[in-house]
């Protein structure tokens, strides 16, 4: 308690920002839930009338169920790639570090910039991606354009841009492995396979349990993208969540419901994490 000021102190260049920025919008968007309002007029208390009226509402079950499919097409993508790509880049290679960097560039650059490029290269008429598919004789699907295809559109530009992220958790979890039980399954002869289905993966697990917690969290919060690339469309086929809050709170002047919306969506993330927490004794192995 004696250095309780001075942890205050220091703590404050931090927490005045986060309780300004953070913790008092979240309160406010919790009273403003319970009231209807359009940002203009004054706030009318309507109580719990906004949660019965999104959770009895199709459109509330239908952005949901768009964001899981965007959850269970983008996960597996980012996972599988991001492993790869460090399992690649974790051998002896030349150039290594100049293909580390290569691959972790688009994480930090603006959503905005890779949506308009993706938006770009999956043009259907002059895009790449068809052209390219053109001239094999495949198929040339209308993507953004295609209601059967915006939503897989939107999941392959954001499984590319984040790769790299994944690249690097799992590249730092390769490395932490201690090299002596690698040696040790292989002179006890096994195979590359078996070394990396019951050695590598294994102790891989607390890097992939973060990943999947992460992605999840960011995938159920996905907005961008899908703005800059369908604004939801076409015909609200790749709608998610984040999108409909915006809509509702800017587009439809429904500043009440949409902080319900996410109210609920927070509940949602909360419950998911809270499982994949307790869920982890079973699978995660900490050495």
């Known amino acids: 308690m004696k250095k309780l000021g001075w942890v205050l102190f220091f703590l404050a260049p931090s927490a005045i920002p986060l309780l300004i920025f953070t913790v008092v919008p979240m309160v406010s968007s919790l009273w403003v839930s319970l009231h209807r309002w359009n940002l203009i007029s004054p706030m009318k ?31 597996p993508l980012v996972f599988a790639g991001g492993l790869g790509l460090a399992l690649a880049l974790n051998q002896r290679l030349p ?22 490029v993706w938006k770009w290269l999956l043009n259907p008429t002059s895009g790449l991606v068809n052209s390219l598919l053109g001239a094999l004789g495949a198929p040339q699907p209308g993507w953004w354009t295609d209601p059967t295809w915006a939503l897989p559109a939107v999941i392959l530009a954001s499984a ?9 958790i799992m590249l730092a979890g390769l490395q932490a492995i201690p090299q002596d039980i690698l040696e040790a399954a292989r002179t006890d002869g ?37 703005y800059v690339m369908t604004a939801g469309g076409p015909q609200g086929a790749s709608q998610v969540v984040v999108g409909q809050i915006y809509d509702l709170t800017f587009r439809y002047g429904r500043a009440g419901e ?3 919306l996410s109210w609920i969506l927070f509940a949602v993330i909360l419950v998911i994490t809270a499982l994949q927490v307790r869920g982890q004794r079973r699978w995660v192995h900490y050495a």
């Open 190 to 226: 096994a195979g590359a396979w078996q070394r990396f289905w019951r050695v590598t993966l294994p102790l891989l697990s607390p890097s992939t349990f973060f990943v999947v917690v992460i992605s999840l969290i960011n995938g159920f919060q996905v907005f961008d993208q899908v």
């Open 258 to 260: 949409a902080s319900a």
């Open 95 to 116: 150039g290594r570090a100049f293909f580390r960097a290569a691959y972790f560039l688009p994480v930090v650059t603006s959503w905005v910039v890779v949506a308009l």
């Open 160 to 168: 590319w841009k984040d790769l790299g992220f994944v690249m690097v």
């Open 45 to 75: 208390w309507v109580g719990l009338d906004n949660y019965t009226h999104l959770l009895s509402d199709p459109t509330t079950r239908e952005v949901f169920l768009h964001t899981v499919i965007y959850c269970a097409g983008y996960l």
